[in-house]
Structure formats: structure tokens, C-alpha cells
Nanobody
Framework: QVQLVESGGGWVQPGGILALSCATS????????MGWYRQLPGRQFELVAS????????DYGVFVKGRFTITRDNVHNTLWLQMNELEPDDTAVYFC????????????WGQGTQVTVSS
């Protein structure tokens, strides 16, 4: 059974920093491209960042503008998202899941972690 457990969210002021983590189990993590997604109220999931199975290549939404970094640890089956220079528009619930940019069906979604950026 696939489990995705996100953590690390919270409230920060504009310009602040957060580091999200995603603990995974139930599938071969090292063989899957992974991604961080976010969901605003009433909106669909939006891909924030993705990383290939081996971690060599990453891709980011245009709104990231160099502020975030996605990394992974294939030994401990964990995905991270370092978020710098946070803006109010980054306020959302953040989720991790397999990268479905090129097809496939996402795993069942975890509970996500709330990120709130406000002054």
C-alpha cells in the first residue's frame, strides 16, 4: 500500500523559508520520477517541481522563478522541497506524488502540508 506523508509546512512571512519533506513507502521509490504539487482552494493540483528517478534532472513551474529546489534520497525513500523567498501566492496545500507529466496515474494522495505566506 502506497503511503505519502508530507510535512514541514507552516506559516511564514513573505520572503521566508520552508523545507518540505515527503516520506514514502509501498512502492519502488528509486524507480519513480516524483513531483511536488500544490492545490489552492477550489483549484486543481498544480505541478510545482519534478525530479527524475535518479535525481539527475529537475524541472520547475514557471512561477517558481528559481526560488525552490527539489531533491530526493533514494536510500531513505524521501523527497524534499526547499522553498526560499516565499510569496503570498505560494499559499496552498502541498503534496508529493509520482510525476505524471508524461502520463500515468498518480498514487492516492496523502494529506498534504499547508503552507501559508502572509504578513
Amino acid at each position: 500500500q502506497v503511503q505519502l506523508v508530507e510535512s514541514g509546512g507552516g506559516w511564514v512571512q513573505p520572503g521566508g523559508i520552508l523545507a518540505l519533506s515527503c516520506a514514502t513507502s509501498g512502492f519502488e521509490f528509486s524507480e519513480r520520477a516524483m513531483g511536488w504539487y500544490r492545490q489552492l482552494p477550489g483549484r486543481q493540483f498544480e505541478l510545482v517541481a519534478s525530479i527524475t528517478a535518479g535525481g539527475q534532472y529537475t524541472d520547475y513551474g514557471v512561477f517558481v522563478k528559481g526560488r525552490f529546489t527539489i531533491t530526493r534520497d533514494n536510500v531513505h525513500n524521501t523527497l524534499w522541497l526547499q522553498m526560499n523567498e516565499l510569496e503570498p501566492d505560494d499559499t496552498a496545500v502541498y503534496f508529493c506524488n509520482r510525476d505524471t507529466s508524461y502520463g500515468g496515474v498518480p498514487f492516492s494522495w496523502g494529506q498534504g502540508t499547508q503552507v501559508t505566506v502572509s504578513s
